[in-house]
């Protein structure tokens, strides 16, 4: 065992690379073999543990505030002093165990992960990544300054969500408006910091010897189950399968709402001019009846909700200077996940906490295993178990079950998620598409224009059915407000396989919910000891990217969508 690690989190809090740097020269020096290589990885897993947990208190310690000067220049003192030779060391633990020949039993899958990661360090790439993470800081500092007064009132982007639901159409359009110019006001901000991300993108793959940074990003993110040519079929799978029926569900709206062209304000409205779903009208009223819901789906999953509530691992307010989108992270020292929303009162937010909940779920079970074997479940199916929740918790939402809602209402959430799921694939894909656009034409992609022009172009392939007339501005910049371009390159994918993993443990759990949650349960539990089709497998699902299989998900949904629309 390591001795004198930090048993407390106050002391671990003020660490810096000097008081680290003993630790890992102590698992350098440790001779190995194979009676002590369980106990060695478990000691290097303790230890990035609480490397891993400062980085990750202290990330959120910006979002929840990107304007605390303090925590961000604590940020950055740890990204440039503690990160960069960490990463290093990490790298010379690797090569140490890689050369030593032993394979322990069950940890298989983490190393063909280790030997992936070994091969694609550079040392050169170490202050790079610091780069990037400074520039992850600027994007979320633009976006979450973002505000436009109405009703007299300062309110943030995510705080005029809720007039797109309003019924007078006026209304809604004036609403959009507002918001589409101010965030067209930072156009030249999002284009500048995109100039430098990318260069800095090309050389860490350059620097790896690759290609490009496609390349490099589909052996960073260990996709040993699916490849580059794989992601292009599924997009074309997608626009050949999915597209067809999202275009059904905008032209059955807009016939619904009696307007001559379906037009962007035109896509949350009630098409029967019901009032707004309005689940919550604070925190505490989302908390506690989501803590119900997740009691129901399973009275585990429903404890280790408890146990987030009770420890203050929740921040779920809209506010100024708060980063925009939601996350689910780990804090793997206190064993413990931590979740960060904008809530402003609509159904939107009651799925994002089923979803980050889901991650939650996942990172309570992983917690049970041996500390080495708890990193890096695939990507993919960490998704499962958040759009698997998503569905999961269905049948819940209705008040009579201890959910939100009426069964009127419970039915027509259930509609809006659902026909969510189909309008998802489409987007997923320009998103896709884009980024291999991009990352495989680095020089023209330098210039936002032609960046513009590749997403409206894509915008148009695949999201046919809204009317953008006279909006190209706001059009084409789409790509500025979709946070994983800039911040987590070529992670969007994992969404679209995820959908296609969930909808099939939902219609497992159609037929029977307690035996689909437990299969979901344990295929939770694996963490990183099994490999993605083994894992959609344990969960009763299958990993696919045909047409074949996203065409019988969508045929299940249209038909549920069809029996909900007569409750």
């Not at 989190?9 to 003020?14: A, E, K, P, R, V």
């Not at 060695?40 to 605390?68: F, K, M, Q």
């Not at 569905?391 to 959430?413: C, I, N, Q, T």
């Not at 999201?463 to 407000?481: E, F, P």
Request: proline fraction near 4%; glycine fraction near 6%.
């Amino acid at each position: 065992m390591l001795q004198g690690l930090p048993a407390t989190l106050d002391t671990l809090m003020g660490w810096t690379w000097d008081d680290a740097a003993p630790f890992y020269a102590a698992l350098a020096e440790r001779p190995l073999d194979e009676t002590n290589v369980v106990e060695w990885l478990n000691d290097w897993a303790a230890l990035g543990a609480r490397i891993g947990e400062v980085y990750s208190r202290l990330y959120v310690g910006l979002t929840v505030n990107t304007a605390d000067a303090e925590v961000k220049a604590r940020f950055e003192r740890y990204i440039e002093g503690v990160l960069p030779p960490a990463r290093v060391a990490d790298q010379q633990l690797k090569e140490k165990l890689i050369a030593s020949g032993i394979q322990p039993e069950r940890y298989e899958i983490a190393l063909r992960n280790m030997v992936a990661q070994a091969a694609l360090f550079r040392e050169a790439n170490v202050p790079l990544f610091t780069d990037e993470d400074r520039l992850r800081t600027e994007y979320d500092d633009v976006a979450g300054a973002q505000t436009v007064q109405w009703s007299g009132a300062e309110r943030t982007v995510a705080q005029m969500k809720p007039v797109q639901f309003e019924a007078d159409r006026a209304t809604r359009e004036k609403a959009w408006r507002l918001v589409a110019e101010r965030q067209l006001a930072d156009r030249e901000a999002f284009n500048g910091l995109w100039q430098r991300f990318l260069p800095l993108r090309r050389q860490i793959a350059a620097n790896a010897e690759l290609a490009d940074y496609r390349e490099y990003q589909w052996r960073e993110k260990l996709r040993f189950d699916y490849s580059i040519e794989d992601a292009l079929r599924f997009q074309e799978a997608i626009k050949q399968t999915v597209v067809p029926a999202a275009r059904r569900i905008y032209e059955r709206r807009r016939q619904q709402l009696g307007v001559e062209t379906l037009r962007p304000w035109d896509l949350q409205v009630d098409v029967a001019n019901r009032p707004p779903l309005k689940p919550f009208a604070n925190a505490d009223t989302l908390i506690n009846t989501t803590g119900h819901i997740f009691h129901n789906v399973d009275a585990a999953l429903g404890g280790d909700f408890e146990v987030m509530v009770g420890e203050g691992l929740l921040d779920l307010d809209n506010r100024k200077n708060k980063a925009p989108g939601g996350y689910c992270t780990s804090f793997d020292f206190s064993e413990r996940p931590f979740i960060f929303m904008n809530a402003v009162g609509i159904h939107d937010d009651v799925q994002t906490l089923l979803h980050e909940g889901g991650h939650a779920f996942h990172a309570f079970a992983v917690y049970t295993l041996p500390p080495f074997l708890q990193s890096q479940p695939p990507t993919e199916f960490c998704e499962v178990a958040s759009m698997g929740m998503e569905l999961l918790a269905m049948p819940y939402l209705a008040s009579s079950k201890g959910g939100f809602y009426s069964e009127a209402d419970a039915a027509r959430a259930s509609i809006e998620h659902l026909e969510g799921l189909i309008l998802f694939w489409p987007y997923m894909a320009v998103v896709d598409a884009f980024q291999h656009w991009a990352y495989t034409h680095a020089d023209d992609a330098m210039n936002p224009a032609n960046c513009d022009a590749a997403w409206g172009k894509l915008w148009d392939e695949y999201m046919g059915g809204i009317d953008y007339s006279g909006l190209d501005d706001v059009k084409v910049t789409g790509w500025h407000r979709k946070l994983h371009i800039f911040q987590v390159p070529f992670y969007y994918i994992e969404y679209g396989i995820a959908q296609l993993g969930a909808v099939q443990v939902w219609g497992n759990a159609l037929k029977d919910q307690a035996q689909a949650v437990a299969a979901y349960r344990r295929a939770l539990a694996l963490g990183g000891t099994a490999g993605l089709p083994a894992l959609f497998a344990a969960a009763g699902a299958k990993l696919a990217m045909d047409s074949e299989t996203l065409g019988a998900a969508v045929a299940l949904a249209e038909s549920q969508i069809e029996q909900l629309e007569a409750v």
